[in-house]
């Protein structure tokens, strides 16, 4: 698909189809083609919903219980500066986590702002550290000596980490840079099997749901009411196979 110069201009005008393989054989998927912007409200708040889901469903499957906070020490550099250093920081941090934990050492980490404007990670991990030595490496590393850790409620953790990736970017985050991130067992990123070729078709979704009437299988709507896309026996669009 071509990349279009300005996300924003189309977001919810054109449609996007495919093929999906489940266990009931072929069905066909037509969505409405969205941005997927951070910085888009209809977006972030879709975005946030369907993460929200993602970090409870694996939390509770890989047992993500304990929620640490690491900040930035704003001795060591502005607010700006502490944005990409962070992330630095936490990659050199996971060096010594693998290290001292094992390669079963599992964990999905979420950045925001600080009122100061500095950033600060949220993380929720699958095994126990003692707090004095995640304060020793981390500062050590670069980042701060102001560091929490406790067991988390799993259920109210992820709403309270989506509740971050809603908001704008913070003054610190630049569209395109990572909001949140996880360990590779840890999938936040799940979905049906895509297979064959997705193709970009510049019409609505109303008019492709119209031509797919006879063949639905299901379809879905957001809150307001608004067809947000729909399976069907066969293409509404020509499908490359």
Same mark, same amino acid.
């Given at each position: 698909?071509?990349?279009?110069? %300005?996300? !924003?201009?189309?977001?919810?005008?054109?449609?996007?189809?495919?093929?999906? &393989?489940?266990?009931?054989?072929?069905?066909?998927? %037509?969505?409405?083609?969205?941005?997927? /912007?951070?910085?888009?409200?209809?977006?972030?708040?879709?975005?946030? !919903?369907?993460?929200?889901?993602?970090? *409870? &469903?694996?939390?509770?499957?890989?047992?993500?219980?304990?929620?640490?906070?690491?900040?930035?020490?704003?001795?060591?550099?502005?607010?700006?500066?502490?944005?990409?250093?962070?992330?630095?920081?936490?990659?050199? $941090?996971?060096?010594?986590?693998?290290?001292?934990?094992?390669?079963?050492?599992?964990?999905?980490?979420?950045?925001?702002?600080?009122?100061?404007?500095?950033?600060?990670?949220?993380?929720?991990?699958?095994?126990?550290?003692?707090?004095?030595?995640?304060?020793?490496?981390?500062?050590?590393?670069?980042?701060?000596?102001?560091?929490?850790?406790?067991?988390?409620? *799993?259920?109210?953790?992820?709403?309270?980490?989506?509740?971050?990736? /809603?908001?704008? $970017?913070?003054?610190?985050?630049?569209?395109?840079?990572?909001?949140?991130?996880?360990? !590779? /067992?840890?999938?936040?990123?799940? /979905?049906?099997?895509?297979?064959?070729?997705? *193709?970009?078709?510049?019409?609505?979704? &109303?008019?492709?749901?119209?031509?797919?009437?006879?063949?639905? *299988?299901?379809?879905?709507?957001? $809150? &307001?009411?608004?067809?947000?896309?729909?399976?069907?026996?066969?293409?509404?669009?020509?499908?490359?196979?």
């Amino acid at each position: 698909m071509k990349q279009l110069k %300005t996300r !924003r201009n189309f977001c919810g005008l054109h449609s996007l189809g495919g093929r999906l &393989e489940g266990p009931n054989g072929t069905t066909y998927r %037509t969505t409405r083609l969205l941005c997927k /912007s951070w910085s888009c409200p209809q977006c972030a708040a879709k975005r946030a !919903r369907k993460l929200k889901k993602a970090i *409870v &469903e694996q939390s509770r499957t890989h047992g993500l219980d304990r929620f640490l906070t690491l900040t930035m020490d704003p001795s060591k550099g502005t607010a700006e500066e502490s944005w990409p250093q962070i992330k630095i920081v936490w990659k050199k $941090f996971q060096t010594y986590l693998t290290r001292k934990q094992g390669k079963g050492f599992k964990f999905l980490w979420v950045i925001e702002a600080q009122k100061n404007g500095y950033a600060h990670l949220h993380i929720l991990l699958n095994q126990y550290l003692d707090q004095a030595w995640i304060k020793k490496v981390w500062d050590r590393l670069g980042g701060g000596r102001i560091v929490f850790i406790t067991r988390a409620n *799993v259920a109210q953790a992820g709403p309270y980490l989506a509740k971050y990736l /809603s908001k704008g $970017f913070d003054g610190g985050l630049k569209p395109g840079q990572r909001r949140y991130g996880s360990s !590779r /067992s840890v999938n936040l990123g799940a /979905s049906g099997a895509k297979t064959g070729k997705w *193709v970009c078709w510049k019409l609505s979704l &109303e008019l492709l749901y119209a031509r797919a009437q006879g063949t639905l *299988v299901k379809e879905w709507r957001n $809150f &307001e009411g608004l067809l947000d896309g729909f399976d069907s026996a066969s293409p509404p669009a020509f499908i490359p196979q």
